[in-house]
Every structure is written in C-alpha cells, then in structure tokens.
C-alpha cells in the first residue's frame, strides 16, 4: 500500500501562471480531500469528492480554483491565475467510508513568486 | 460552526517523560482524529476516536464527548516524538470535513 501519492512534491509558478497539482489516492478508498496549509491560517478544508462525485466544495475559492476527479484513481486541483497569496502546501486525502480515519499524502509545495 | 482548541500550544519534556496533550471542541463531534506532523513533513494519523478510549502503542487517546473534549497521552517519551500534534474534529455531524486545531508543538530533550 504506497498510500495517498501527491506530485509534484514542489511547484513554484511566476504571478499569474497555471497550477495542476495532482493526487492519487488509496486503492478501494471511495472519499477524497483537499486541504492546504499555511503559517498564518493552518489547516483549512478545500474540496471533496465521494465515489468521484463532487460533495462540498465551500472552502474553495470560487473564482481561480477547481477541483476535478475523473476516475477513482485520481484527482486534480487546478489554480488558475496563481497569486502569491495562494502560496501554501496543498494536501490531498483520502478515506473508506463514512467518517472513517483520513489519510494524507506528503503534500505539494506550491510557491507562487 | 465547530472550533478546535489544543492546550498547550507548546510542549518541552526530557526524553522518557510522559506528555498529555488536550483538545477542546465546541460542537458534538462524531469524528474526531489525532495527527502527528513532523516540521516540514506531511500529517500521519495516529489515532481517530471519536469516543471512548484508544491505545496504539505508547499512545492513549480518551474522548468524552458530552464534555467536547478529547486528550492524547503519550508515555515514555523519545526524541522521536518532537513535532507538531494535531486534533482534527468533523465541521458538523454529518460532514465529512474536518476543521483542525492549531497544534501542539511538542519538544523532547535528550
């Protein structure tokens, strides 16, 4: 079990450029998450998908960011128009069933310069 | 909506003493998790345990949840166990998100 598979582990993007960052989950987990962290806020909720489909998404800002999952292998959360402010390590998890443990893959460093 | 608080914020032993680690939640929590995540590095899950008591190791966790509160104690501690501990409750019953605390940082001395 290679757990929750995040690439690339570390983007930095010029103001204003894209941003894909990708993650696979957990063979047979049918819940995926996205959350990012930063000094100032912490941890905070972006996105989640159960069985691929879109469940909450209330903590994405709603203009530049998207979050898709075309198969239960992976998922993508793509930031469009990056700005230095969306500088913070996005993190992508996964679960089994309802309301069981979430686990977490390493993490993409996004820096946005 | 749920609030997450961890007491205290930071946490200095000497190695093979024993640390307890609170979190405090402001609505009824039917999923609650602990994370360890060392500086830099990503969030593993130690225990979830939404009520009652767990063991893992040299980890107790204990939540009473009438109280909104749960606590991890970890025994015996080694240098290993420095870094930042999280407490991670779901936003509402229901939901699948979770809101965390902001950590304990935790240093153990050789």
């Known amino acids: 079990n290679a757990g929750v598979i995040q690439t690339p582990r570390h983007k930095v993007t010029g103001k204003g450029q894209e941003a894909t960052l990708w993650c696979e989950p957990i063979?047979?987990?049918?819940?995926v998450f996205w959350y990012r962290q930063t000094i100032v806020q912490g941890l905070e909720f972006l996105t989640y998908f159960r069985n691929q489909a879109p469940i909450d998404d209330s903590g994405m800002p709603k203009e530049r960011f998207s979050a898709q999952m075309p198969n239960q292998s992976h998922s993508t959360l793509k930031i469009q128009s990056t700005q230095p402010q969306d500088s913070a390590v996005y993190l992508c998890?996964?679960?089994?069933?309802?309301?069981?443990?979430?686990?977490f893959g390493p993490g993409t460093r996004l820096t946005v310069l | 909506g749920q609030q997450v608080q961890q007491s205290p914020a930071s946490l200095v032993l000497q190695e093979g003493e024993n640390a307890e680690l609170q979190c405090n939640f402001s609505?009824?929590?039917?999923?609650l998790q602990w994370f360890y995540q060392s500086p830099g590095g990503s969030l593993v899950s130690l225990l979830s345990?939404?009520?009652g008591t767990k063991h893992t190791g040299r980890l107790t966790s204990t939540t009473v949840t009438k109280e909104r509160r749960s606590s991890l104690h970890i025994s015996s501690s080694q240098t290993t166990d420095s870094g930042t501990y999280l407490c991670?409750?779901?936003?509402?019953?229901?939901?699948?998100?979770?809101?965390f605390g902001s950590g304990t940082q935790l240093t153990v001395m050789p």
């Open positions: 063979s047979g987990h049918s819940a």
């Open positions: 345990n939404p009520s």
């Open positions: 991670a409750i779901d936003r509402s019953s229901g939901s699948w998100q979770l809101i």
């Open positions: 998890a996964s679960s089994r069933q309802n309301y069981a443990e979430q686990f």
């Open positions: 609505s009824t929590a039917t999923q």
